[in-house]
């Protein structure tokens, strides 16, 4: 990552490209690398504090743009212009100084957290964004903090990048320094990994979700859960070898509260890597600039499960927003030319608002449609409430309760439990089958409230989606 800026800010000098603009959080960082690219004691740099090199009396901006090149220092590297790019003496004059670039063979590189160019300068400049520390440079930040202070006894130098990876460079070294606090290398790791957590959040449409969820705790869904396990073969570099693309991904549709979202949480874990929740909902304040810094983490962090929930309310059709077309671009994009190790997995309740270059073969490696549960899968699923909550299900009627809610949703079979546990601790005594069928009685399942809607998302996925279960006795419901 470190090798592939400084060649890409090479190529971009080498091509005489007047305006360099750096898309980057990490000032010193970016200065480093620059230098590295461009060569030592060719770059000066100003900030609006500090003026600019030896003249600490240029504060503006755009004197610092106009003041004369010297030619042992063709580059001028300048932090923090993006709040002056509105004003349109400052766009003038690094105009100016495009017409004068043929002759002097000066370079502008303006580095700031939000790179966003003014349609003056578009024809006449690149944006090249700093990748956060790759494992080679956090590996080496490693081996710099341990000189000075001991790490935890089992804190290796491997488990610390795996951890570390989607971190900034002054973030690595917090969190190694806390790590170092630790008693010992799992707690030393979970600190690391609660520094990401609190890092994503700041981020606002990332979130790193703990994986907790088994297979095993997933109702139904044997041909999903057959998939997932057979993908998790390739992911070894035996599989590389033999000719096998790493997986990509999948989109799983249909019935609001059959497991769509839970068994995608599931994947992380047969999967064995972390998950990491992306919300579009938090993307559209600002779409561009926060997808695009969405999916440079993403890619940082990766290996990694990227779960998009509700794809269709980020990406739907139906929209007339310019900027809301332009990330569905983005973001369609990337799912295609992305090279990192991401296997998303993206949900959707509204398959009709899904435009139908998402599902596409080649950004997700199969698309699953989640029907109601047939029987079977209503009796696993009711057995798997119960004991979730210490009852045996061998003692309740479980069979004759999964055969008679028809119509129920693994949710609404959840609340079912959940109701009844509700009624017996009212009256201060066990569970019995007599409370699960009234809080079955007391609930009205989705799909006869809205038995239309139902029915087109169920015609919808037999035609364009592989079905998620193995059991092809599902109740065809609402057909004549």
Not at 35 to 47: M, P
Not at 206 to 224: F, K, N, Q, T
Request: aromatic share 6%; charged share 30%; net charge negative.
């Amino acid at each position: 990552m470190r090798a592939e800026f400084i060649a890409e800010v090479r190529a971009a000098i080498a091509a005489r490209v007047p305006i360099i603009f750096v898309g980057t959080h990490e000032e010193q960082r970016a200065l480093e690398l620059l230098t590295e690219a461009v060569g030592a004691g060719r770059v000066t740099t100003w900030t609006s504090t500090n003026g600019l090199g030896d003249d600490p009396a240029i504060l503006s901006a755009s004197d610092a743009i106009q003041a004369p090149f010297t030619r042992d220092k063709p580059v001028r590297v300048l932090f923090d212009v993006h709040p002056f790019l509105d004003n349109p003496r400052v766009v003038r004059a690094l105009r100016d100084f495009i017409r004068t670039v043929r002759s002097t063979g000066a370079i502008l590189i303006l580095v700031s957290p939000s790179p966003d160019v003014p349609a003056e300068l578009d024809r006449d400049s690149t944006v090249i964004h700093l990748p956060l520390p790759g494992p080679e440079e956090v590996g080496a930040l490693f081996d710099q903090e341990k000189a000075r202070i001991e790490a935890p006894e089992g804190l290796t130098r491997e488990g610390f990048v795996r951890a570390a990876l989607g971190l900034t460079q002054g973030e690595v070294y917090r969190a190694y320094r806390l790590a170092a606090m630790m008693p010992d290398a799992e707690s030393a790791l979970a600190r690391i990994v609660a520094e990401k957590q609190s890092t994503l959040r700041k981020s606002s449409t990332l979130e790193l979700i703990s994986a907790d969820i088994a297979l095993e705790d997933v109702g139904g869904l044997e041909v999903l859960k057959a998939w997932l396990k057979m993908r998790v073969l390739a992911f070894d570099e035996g599989a590389r070898a033999f000719g096998l693309a790493q997986p990509r991904g999948m989109l799983v549709c249909g019935v609001q509260g059959c497991g769509k979202s839970l068994v995608s949480k599931a994947a992380a874990r047969v999967l064995g890597l972390p998950l990491v929740r992306l919300d579009f909902a938090d993307v559209m304040p600002s779409p561009e600039q926060a997808l695009r810094e969405a999916m440079r983490v993403v890619e940082a962090i990766s290996p990694v499960v990227l779960w998009v929930d509700e794809v269709e309310k980020g990406l739907g059709e139906g929209t007339s927003d310019a900027r809301q077309a332009r990330v569905f671009g983005a973001f369609l994009t990337w799912l295609q030319e992305r090279r990192a190790m991401v296997f998303v997995a993206a949900t959707a309740n509204d398959v009709e608002r899904l435009p139908p270059e998402l599902s596409r073969r080649g950004r997700f490696d199969e698309i699953f449609f989640v029907d109601l549960p047939s029987i079977k899968e209503r009796q696993d699923i009711l057995r798997l409430q119960l004991k979730r909550r210490g009852r045996d299900p061998a003692a309740f009627a479980v069979d004759a309760l999964g055969e008679s809610l028809e119509h129920f949703s693994g949710a609404e079979l959840e609340q079912v439990v959940t109701s009844g546990l509700f009624r017996a601790y009212a009256k201060r005594r066990e569970l019995t089958d007599l409370d699960l069928r009234a809080a079955a009685k007391e609930t009205t399942p989705l799909a006869v409230l809205y038995e239309e809607k139902i029915q087109a998302l169920r015609t919808w996925g037999r035609a364009r989606a592989r079905r998620a279960s193995a059991d092809r006795r599902t109740l065809e419901l609402f057909e004549d």
